[in-house]
């Protein structure tokens, strides 16, 4: 079952950071703690998200990936000073090639994965806040995409109402028939574009001082999610350019030591991909103490 998740009714500027600062670090870190925890917290929200289905998905397509891809890095990369063994074809086996394809294949997971989340929580609307007055034309083609494929529904199932539809028939028939819907569908797109053209003159839409309506508010929690993305963003970019975050595969394994400030780092790494998972948890919390409180009352 769906949950209803708390993370994505924060300030879609919240939502974007956030996103963009997990896919950063998981994408050009070779970290495998932080592919590791990256990985954890991508499913889990995923998990939280979209319930059975995240679980399908992960089973079914991320799992089978990811062997994929830890079974051809060390069939084609034989770097490595520890070879294990050696393969039919003559070329060594070597223990580094294994452990890299490990974390390649956790950190392909983890941004797909991510990205997958950010799909369902990132919605049009909130892009286009984000980017509409950047790039203006964004928001009409964002709008015009849905807009379209429910005309396109609309009419094949006209044409299929009046034995016209696209499916059905000889092969010339239905291409004719195809060809049809499509002549339909270019006359809507042009008559709608000039009538939208029209909507947007008569309400200013290019004039100076001109406002827009938005549902979104930056609150206090906000705020909060806010200063914790800059510590974390702060954390993370300092560990780089100090080495904190250093780790190689090739020709041996070698990374960064561990000492107590890199056991924080992983710390607030780990914390920051569970972050919204913890806003929902926190946010199922207090509604089942109301809930309890109610029902009591």
Same mark, same amino acid.
């Given at each position: 079952?769906?949950?209803? *998740?708390?993370?994505?009714? !924060? ?5 974007? %950071? @956030?996103?963009?600062? #997990? ?11 932080? =592919? ?11 998990? @939280? ?45 070597? %223990?580094?090639?294994? =452990? ?16 997958? !989340?950010?799909?369902? &929580?990132?919605?049009? *609307? ?27 529904? &609309? ?6 109402? &009046? ?26 797109? =042009? ?6 053209? *029209? ?61 107590? &400030? ?10 920051? !991909?569970?972050?919204? #998972? ?20």
């Amino acid at each position: 079952m769906q949950n209803r *998740d708390a993370f994505s009714s !924060c300030h879609p500027v919240i939502n974007f %950071l @956030y996103f963009a600062l #997990v896919l950063l670090v998981t994408m050009f870190c070779l970290h495998p703690i932080i =592919l590791g925890l990256s990985l954890a917290g991508s499913v889990v929200y995923a998990v @939280y998200l979209n319930g059975q289905r995240a679980v399908r998905f992960s089973l079914a397509f991320l799992l089978p990936m990811m062997l994929l891809t830890l079974i051809i890095n060390p069939s084609f990369n034989h770097q490595g000073i520890t070879i294990l063994t050696y393969l039919p074809t003559g070329n060594p086996l070597t %223990l580094e090639s294994i =452990l890299y394809g490990v974390s390649a294949a956790a950190m392909l997971a983890a941004v797909i994965s991510w990205f997958s !989340c950010y799909t369902a &929580v990132m919605t049009s *609307d909130k892009f286009v806040y984000l980017f509409g007055r950047v790039i203006p034309a964004l928001s009409m083609t964002l709008r015009f995409v849905p807009k379209f494929k429910a005309q396109l529904h &609309v009419v094949s199932e006209a044409q299929r109402c &009046v034995g016209r539809d696209g499916s059905d028939g000889s092969l010339l028939r239905r291409i004719r028939n195809a060809v049809t819907i499509f002549s339909i569908m270019v006359t809507w797109a =042009l008559e709608n574009a000039i009538e939208t053209a *029209d909507s947007m003159k008569s309400r200013g839409y290019g004039l100076p001082g001109r406002t827009a309506f938005s549902i979104y508010r930056f609150d206090e929690r906000d705020k909060m999610i806010l200063l914790w993305l800059c510590f974390c963003g702060g954390v993370l970019g300092w560990s780089a350019l100090t080495g904190g975050l250093f780790w190689r595969y090739y020709p041996t394994i070698n990374g960064a030591p561990r000492t107590p &400030v890199t056991v924080c780092l992983l710390l607030c790494w780990a914390g920051l !991909c569970l972050t919204p #998972v913890a806003i929902n948890v926190h946010a199922d919390l207090v509604w089942a103490g109301l809930h309890s409180k109610e029902t009591a009352t």
